[in-house]
């Protein structure tokens, strides 16, 4: 598959402070690429380097082939970016936001007029072209902003958290819309705090303290050897008092690590330890439903693992 | 009643400590006040002034020189016909013009009356009557040195004759710069926060990933606010001709169009200020900074002759100098293009250099 993204040994220092460092991947054709990290890891200063915002340190990064420093205003041409403060207009009407932003990119009447509406069906503006946007809600100003960053067809979109603060129905549909442009050949980079979202990727990198720890396809970083100590198993617990079964399986020398997880526990459990001795342990502590069953780890186990490790 | 004062009080002064602004709260009264200190100290002198010697005998040189010695005139240069003995007044280069005539040192050795002619340019009324007494003065005393003379037959008549507004109405001096000024302070205020706005809301990031260019976005933010600059002027130029009074002696064309050309570096200076400035509160401290310097050195209120030399110097950089110039010429001397090029060519070199500065300044990514 054609390379859209690489970066090569990104780093980016603020005076002393380091914001990241040695960032490396590719992203290919099509694909979602989940970017995940707790707040101030970075990513958004990667995302920053990528479009052409900051000029990197040290390393190199290209887009489409494009060097992002060297050629930028050649790269923003090919590039839509979402940032994570809502950055439109508020005093503009929902229309006049489109047009400016068309016009920009060089959108002549006839085609900025199709663009638009294309863009207003896709982001379900119908019917709020003449809205302020002051009045829309944080659902519709970021529909409104994914409009604007998708006018000029871009083949690569940047999105810093593009679904931060938005209801849970506004989120599935922005989703929706993000695997509908992937499947036509966009290139997505999504940061983001979801973990359902990122299991929705098809790609997930994960930066901790300015450095990519991980990076790859979410079913391969689930079976990284570095994950797994030898021999030791995950395994998923579903019972009627999770926070109590979670407490007890903590003090319990077999098991490594466990983490409430929605409405079940994640357990790395050590070598030779299966279903029967973990149900085996739990039984005494009370009745109730209480089923088991090995699991791979979920992306959270990946990355709440990999923090600790680097940690320790 | 007062709690968290203390706590608010030290977070206060943790900003103020952390604010880089900080670093010129103090300097920026002293230099303020030690720059109009000296320009509000100084008196009317040295006052450009042109001389047309007729008679160019040791007598009429020595005359010259009593003049200077007043301290009043200064001679920039000589001019060797009426009309240009006129028109270095009507452009502003001169405030006043000595003429001396053909026969003035031949009456004075034959001991006969001498006559000298002194233009003055009555526009500023100040000005005009502190150079109005000191030669009447000059001519007094300069009589008393000669026997045979009284005070009613002077061995040398300064006749003296004031050149546009004869009545010395200040208003007709003090409008015209006003409107200078005026408009240089609205218009420096109108695009200061242009740029450090979006910069502030966040809507510059989006801006600065497009494929926009620099010079589209600075040029595309300063000529709306020109448009708007141009109603102002005309608004004010109505009400000076209705209320004030100030009839337009000049061609009001030529003073539109000069006005346009102000507008560029008034406007264009406000960009560069915003460009430079972090955020809004930033771009008006500076803003504000650059507003004294316009009142008090571009000779609105103060001749600029009698500054001493390095403010002077400094009034050469404010566009509003030159706005002053073009206004009180075309509207209270009736100057015409011919006077009044330079001064457009200065603004426009300052508009353009204003426009280049912001654009090599404005940056397309962060940080």
Known sequence: METVIKAEGLTKKFGELIAVEDVSLEISRGNIFGFLGPNGSGKSTVIRMLCGLLQPTAGRAELDGLDVVAEAEEVKKRLGYMSQRFSLYEDLSVQENLDFYGSIYGLRRARLAERRQSVVNLAGLEGRQAQLVQTLSGGFKQRLALACSLLHEPRILFLDEPTAGIDPVARREIWDLLFRLAREGTTLFVTTHYMDEAERCSQVGYIYQSRLMVCGRPEELKRLPELTPEGALWFEVLCDEPTQALGLLREWPEIIDATIFGEALHLLARKGTDEEGIIGFLKPAGGGRLECRRVLPSLEDVFVTLTRRHRS | ?367
């Open chain 2, 1 to 367: 009643m007062f709690r968290g004062l203390w706590a608010v009080m030290r977070k206060e002064i943790l900003h103020i400590r952390r604010d880089p602004a900080t670093r010129f709260i103090f300097a920026i009264p002293l230099i303020e006040l030690l720059l109009f200190g000296y320009a509000i100290e100084i008196d009317v002198k040295n006052i450009s002034t042109v001389v047309f010697d007729l008679d160019r005998q040791m007598e009429s040189r020595a005359l010259i020189k009593e003049f200077e010695s007043t301290r009043y005139f200064r001679v920039i240069r000589e001019v060797y016909s009426d009309r240009d003995l006129e028109q270095a007044i009507v452009s502003g280069r001169a405030k006043a013009g000595i003429k001396i005539p053909p026969n003035y040192s031949r009456d004075l050795v034959n001991g006969q009356q001498a006559k000298v002619q002194v233009l003055i340019d009555g526009s500023d009324s100040t000005t005009a009557l502190r150079l109005l007494q000191a030669s009447q003065t000059l001519g007094f005393l300069k009589s008393l040195e000669r026997e045979g003379f009284t005070q009613d037959l002077m061995a040398i008549e300064v006749r003296p004759r004031l050149l546009f507004n004869p009545n010395l109405e200040s208003a007709n001096f003090f409008v015209p710069g006003l409107i200078g000024i005026l408009l240089q302070l609205v218009t420096v205020f109108l695009t200061a926060f242009s740029i450090v706005r979006e910069r502030e809301r966040g809507t510059l990031e989006q801006l600065l990933v497009t494929p926009i260019s620099k010079g589209g976005l600075i040029v595309g933010k300063l000529l709306p606010y020109c448009a708007i600059g141009f109603i102002q002027t005309g608004l004010v130029l109505l009400v000076m001709v209705l209320l004030f009074r100030v009839p337009i002696h000049g061609s009001l064309s030529l003073l539109l169009l000069l006005s346009g050309v102000f507008l560029i570096p008034a406007l264009g200076m406000g960009i560069v200020i915003s460009t430079f400035a972090s955020n809004q509160g930033e771009a008006m401290q500076v803003s504000v900074l650059f507003m004294l310097p316009s009142i008090l050195l571009s000779g609105f209120i103060f001749p600029r002759e009698s500054m001493p030399l390095v403010i002077y110097l400094l009034s050469f950089l404010i566009p509003a100098t030159y706005y002053i110039e073009i206004l009180r010429g075309i509207i209270l001397r009736g100057a015409g293009w011919l006077a009044l090029w330079d001064e457009a060519a200065v603004l426009l070199s300052f508009g353009a250099l204003f426009i280049v500065l912001s654009v090599l300044r404005f940056k397309k990514h962060l940080g």
